[in-house]
C-alpha cells in the first residue's frame, strides 16, 4: 500500500537535546512539507521541499531545519533553538504544489 | 500566512441532520481544498474544487464555491456519528505556492 509514514508516534525532549522525526513516503511524490499543530489549532508550515535537494522555510521555521537527500524521505530537526517545542507535527506529501496533499498520522512531541 | 478562515469553530448537531460549515478567503485562488481530520490523526483529503467551478459532490458531500464572495461551503447530509471529526479547508493560490490551511470547524455528531 502506498503512503506516508512518520515515526516515532512519541516523542519526549530533554532540554537543551535535539531531536529528529522521520517522514516517509513511497507515493512516488516530489513535494513534502511539514506541520506544527497546536492543540485546537490550524496547521502551520514549518518547512516544505518542492524536490530533491531543494526545501523552503515556512511561516515558523525558526528552531527547526530540514533535508531532503532523497525523494522519498523528509526528517524534520527540532533543535535545542525552538524554545516552545510541545506539538503535534504532520508531515504530508503531494504530487506538486497546489495538489492533494497525503498525511501521515503524526508525531507528538513533548518536553520532559 | 493564514488565507482560508472556517465558520463556526464548532458546531454541534444530532445524527440524520445536515451540518454546513463556511470558510473565507482573501486573495485569488486556483482551487480550494477541504479536509478532515480525526482527533490524533493526520488530515485526509476529501474534496477539491477548482476556481471554475462552482459545485461539486462526492458521497454525502456537497462543496460549493462563489470566488465573487471569496467563499465556500462544505455540506454533509445525514450525518452520522463516524462524521465527529475537525474540518479544515485549504486554499491554493498560485499553484507553486504550499496550501494554505484554515483554522478548522470542530464537528461533533450525537447518536
Known amino acids: 500500500d502506498g503512503g506516508i509514514t512518520q515515526s516515532p508516534k512519541y516523542l519526549f525532549r530533554k532540554e537543551g537535546q535535539n531531536v529528529t522525526l522521520s517522514c516517509e513516503q513511497n507515493?512516488?511524490?516530489?513535494?513534502m512539507y511539514w506541520y506544527r499543530q497546536d492543540p485546537g489549532q490550524g496547521l502551520r508550515l514549518i518547512y516544505y521541499s518542492q524536490i530533491v535537494n531543494d526545501f523552503q522555510k515556512g511561516d515558523i521555521a525558526e528552531g527547526y531545519s530540514v533535508s531532503r537527500e532523497k525523494k522519498e524521505s523528509f526528517p524534520l530537526t527540532v533543535t535545542s533553538a525552538q524554545k516552545n517545542p510541545t506539538a503535534f507535527y504532520l508531515c504530508?506529501?503531494?504530487?506538486?504544489?497546489?495538489?492533494?496533499?497525503?498525511f501521515g498520522d503524526g508525531t507528538r512531541l513533548s518536553i520532559l | 500566512s493564514q488565507q482560508g478562515e472556517e465558520d463556526p469553530q464548532a458546531l454541534s448537531i444530532q445524527e440524520g441532520e445536515n451540518a454546513t460549515m463556511n470558510c473565507s478567503y482573501k486573495t485569488s485562488i486556483n482551487n480550494l481544498q477541504w479536509y478532515r481530520q480525526n482527533s490524533g490523526r493526520g488530515l485526509v483529503h476529501l474534496i477539491l474544487i477548482r476556481s471554475n467551478e462552482r459545485e461539486k459532490h462526492s458521497g454525502r458531500l456537497r462543496v460549493t464555491l462563489d470566488t465573487s464572495k471569496k467563499s465556500s461551503s462544505l455540506l454533509i447530509t445525514a450525518s452520522r456519528a463516524a462524521d465527529t471529526a475537525s474540518y479544515f479547508c485549504?486554499?491554493?493560490?498560485?499553484?507553486?505556492?504550499?496550501?494554505?490551511f484554515g483554522k478548522g470547524t470542530r464537528l461533533s455528531v450525537i447518536a
Open positions: 485549504a486554499t491554493d493560490d498560485s499553484g507553486n505556492t504550499p496550501l494554505v
Open positions: 507515493l512516488n511524490h516530489d513535494a
Open positions: 504530508a506529501s503531494s504530487i506538486n504544489s497546489g495538489q492533494p496533499q497525503h
